[in-house]
């Protein structure tokens, strides 16, 4: 392991990371991370949050937060720039300024160390060597995230045939708890109350009466998005189509159980319809697949 490469990259990049931390630890109250924001502020100030977070290979949420630190010891400040309050300009202050001096002084002293005992000529060459080495692994590191995405599309595309399968079942587990909290005669789900309506009123069969629904519904959101509505919304009405048929084989199959006059039975057939809709709105809840026109909001 000693004589790997990888392993002797580490230990350098340990030793020297540790020599700095000391070094500036002895003569400054500075954080972590705040000497290399320094460093770059001082060769591009002033600049954005999102420009350090890229210069210094940080992330923005690590970047927030020591921004936050150093701006309120004052060694930093935002400012607007142009008129342009969407975007605040990061700077030193009088106090980051004499900090980075301090800061670029340990840096040049920590630079001359790890290379005693080298020529200019090697020196050179090893900044180049390392250059090379630093493009390399960036390319790796693009090489794995685009290998990432693609194995994540593989897998999607593979395991198609079993998501839509869960979805259908729950659309149909779904349909079971709107229909037995129809027998329950104690209300139904929002998704369902304005077919139930219909059905009550018109007495037109509740699973037609949901197609309908769902037609119109798709029918409004074309009218109201207009050229924004993207033409796989029109799924949305096979959707409703399925959901209809699955409302009303679901209510035929507890047409077979006596109505409840109990106020106990009710409200336990009521319970269950909750856990059932739940599961059923749970299991269909995935990305990138076609939602019914009542659950489109």
């Known amino acids: ?30 954080r972590p991370g705040e000497p290399k924001i320094l460093e770059f502020l001082a060769e591009h100030e002033p600049c954005e949050q999102k420009v350090i977070a890229a210069g210094c290979n940080l992330d923005s949420a690590s970047v927030t937060g020591i921004l936050g630190r150093m701006e309120k010891r004052e060694l930093i400040k935002r ?9 605040l300009y990061v700077s030193r202050t009088e106090h980051g300024e004499q900090m980075t ?26 900044e180049r060597l390392l250059e090379r080495v630093s493009q ?62 219909i059905t009550c009123i018109t007495g037109l069969e509740m699973g037609k009466a949901t197609i309908l629904f769902h037609i119109v519904l798709v029918v409004m959101q074309i009218l109201i998005l207009r050229k924004a509505f993207q033409m796989k919304n029109l799924l949305q009405v096979v959707v409703g189509v399925i ?9 035929y199959l507890f047409s077979f159980l006596p109505t409840p006059e109990h106020i106990v039975i009710r409200l336990l057939m009521m319970l269950g319809s909750t856990v059932l809709i739940a599961v059923g709105i749970f299991l269909p809840s995935g990305r990138h697949r076609a939602v019914s026109g009542g659950k489109e909001r």
């Open 243 to 251: 959901f209809g048929y699955f409302t009303t084989f679901s209510n």
């Open 1 to 30: 392991m000693e004589n790997s490469l990888h392993y002797k990259l580490r230990i350098c990049h340990t030793n020297c990371q540790k020599s700095i931390v000391t070094d500036i630890k002895h003569k400054t109250d500075l």
């Open 101 to 126: 001096e301090v800061v670029e002084e340990t840096f040049t002293f920590v630079d001359k160390r790890a290379v005693e005992g080298l020529t200019k000529a090697e020196v050179k060459e090893l």
């Open 79 to 87: 400012e607007t720039k142009n008129g342009n309050r969407r975007s």
């Open 136 to 197: 390399n692994l960036v390319a790796l590191s693009e090489e794995q995230k685009r290998m990432k995405s693609e194995l994540h599309k593989k897998i999607r595309e593979e395991n198609y045939a079993i998501r839509f399968l869960v979805y259908i079942v729950g659309l149909f587990i779904m349909t079971l708890g709107i229909s037995l909290s129809v027998k329950s005669n104690l209300g139904v789900s929002p998704v369902s109350s304005i077919p139930y309506t």
